[in-house]
C-alpha cells in the first residue's frame, strides 16, 4: 500500500479545486455542482464548503446525482440506488460535475446521461480527485484534477474518507 494524497494533502487540493471552479466559473454565475453518487459526494460536499466560505454572499446550487442505471454495467449484479437530489433546473447552466476517481471514463459518460433527464446545461466541467490518466476507456478528461497519476491495471486506488474511515487519505492497493 503507498500513500497518494494525504490528510493535509486532500485538504490543500480540495482548496485548489474550488478555487479553479470559482475563477474558471467567473464568480459562480449561473453554474451549478454536481456530486456524484456515492463516493464523489465526499469530495462535493468539502469543495462547496470550501465554496460558501470564498463566496458567502452568493447562493450555491448544489445538487447530488446517482447514476446507478445509467451505467452500462449494471445488468452484471443487483445495484442498490443512491438518492438524486437535484431541486433546481440545470437548463443553459454550467455544470461542475464532481466525482472522487476518474478511471475509465464510464461513470462520467453515465453521468452526462443522467444529467440530460435534468435539462440542458450550456456547459459541463469535470473536476476529480484523482486522475488515472491511462486508463481510458473513453475520451473523457478532467478539467480540474487534484493529482494526475500513472496506474497499472492491477492496481486499485482507494479514496478513503474521514466520514467512512479513520482519515482522509488516498492509497494505492
Known sequence: MKTILSEQQIALTVKRLAHQIVENNQGLIDTVIIGLQPRGVFLSDRIVDELKQMT?????????????????????????ANATEIPFSIEGKKVVLIDDVLYTGRTIRAALDALLDFGRPSKVSLCVLIDRRFSRELPIQPDFSGKAIDTIVSDKVKVNWAETAEKDEVVIV
Do not use: E, M, N, S
Open 56 to 80: 458567502p454572499a452568493l447562493p450555491i446550487k448544489y445538487g447530488k446525482l446517482d447514476i446507478t442505471f445509467y451505467r452500462d454495467d449494471v445488468r452484471k449484479a443487483l445495484h442498490i
